[in-house]
């Protein structure tokens, strides 16, 4: 079958692989959708290529995806609830077992997978290496304890951007995003656009959406941003606080950009007593103990946990949320290269390869 492995720096390529075979307790899934994710793309393009770091030990030949949707092709001796013709989405496994785990916190557990990074110890019996299996491929085989079901009436390619909904979903709710709270998104790329879909859905209003992308500001427009500021053309802490009146109950930093100054400008913005939500990988940054002491705010990271796949999809499923206009293309497995260029670039917000 083919795959997408990661040949160097920001290079992919096809490549033939073994089908897999089903196990007992294991589903063999068709992969219908790969989304890709912000964090495939810094492990293409990122700066360890040029460091030299112990990371590409593990990054190069891997198969990444881990935002996908799937049907179900077979069904491994002793699985029980599931039927040929079944779709399926990926998320976070627990081992059930850890330190986290026993004190219910599973999704922190020590031994945590989500496929498609490529840390994962998964499909141990099928050569080349574990390591090596995500779903920017043609087929998957998965366990099927825990694995959460598509309903009849979401799309694929909703039910594909279902996993980053979810980070979306539990940086609301990590947030405690009220009735009414005064919500800022800043970027508003692939998981910023989650975001604002899921605070949307949290009643926050108004919505503010910061970004220096004209085409993706449009794109928060259409997914319910009250307000879109471009940040290359406006002061944008100076029209926030007077937006607000006292600045922004919480902001959320989708932001993946290693542009300087980013979370120092988030901290000045937000209100005292106002929460910061960390869900992109943004740049380093220099906080004043004095001055966070004095505004009293909540700076906090946030990424996605397994429990967030279920109301997620739920908010799918009843129209709470629409994701669609975030998938700006639909491209075949085997232009990934195109699809991958296309996001570091910019040309795309979110992408589904498919097989």
Known sequence: MKAVSVAGKGKVQIEEIPKPGVRPGTLLIKVTYCSLCGSDIERV??????????????????????????TVEEIGEGVEGWSVGDRTVDGRLFCGRCW??????????????????????????TPPPPQRYGALTEYVVRPAAGRLKVPDHVSDEEAAMSEPLATGVTSVLNAEVRLADAAVIIGV?????????????????????????DARLEIARQMGANITL???????T????????????????????QAPGIVEQAFEMVRYHGRIMIVGNAAPATLQPGRWLTKEVRVEGTVHMGESMIPAMK????GQVNLKPMVTEV?????????????????????????
């Open 45 to 70: 393009y990122g700066p360890h290529w040029d460091t030299g770091s112990p990371r590409l030990e593990s990054i190069k030949g891997s198969i990444l995806g881990h935002e996908w949707v799937g």
């Open 100 to 125: 986290y785990c026993v004190r219910g916190m599973p999704f922190m557990c020590m031994g945590g997978r989500v496929r498609g990074h490529p840390y994962d110890d998964v499909q141990s019996d």
């Open 230 to 236: 471009n940040a290359d053309k406006t002061d944008v």
């Open 238 to 257: 100076k029209e926030v606080v007077a937006i607000t009146e006292a600045g922004p109950d919480v902001i959320f930093l989708g932001v993946s950009s």
């Open 189 to 213: 790329g692939h998981i910023g656009l989650s975001v604002l879909a899921a605070a949307k859905a949290a009643g926050a209003a108004p919505l503010i959406a910061i970004d220096r992308i």
């Open 331 to 355: 491209i075949p497995l085997e232009e990934a290269q195109r699809a991958f260029d296309s996001l570091h670039n910019g040309t795309n917000i979110a992408v589904v390869l498919k097989p």
């Open 315 to 318: 908010l799918i499923e009843n």
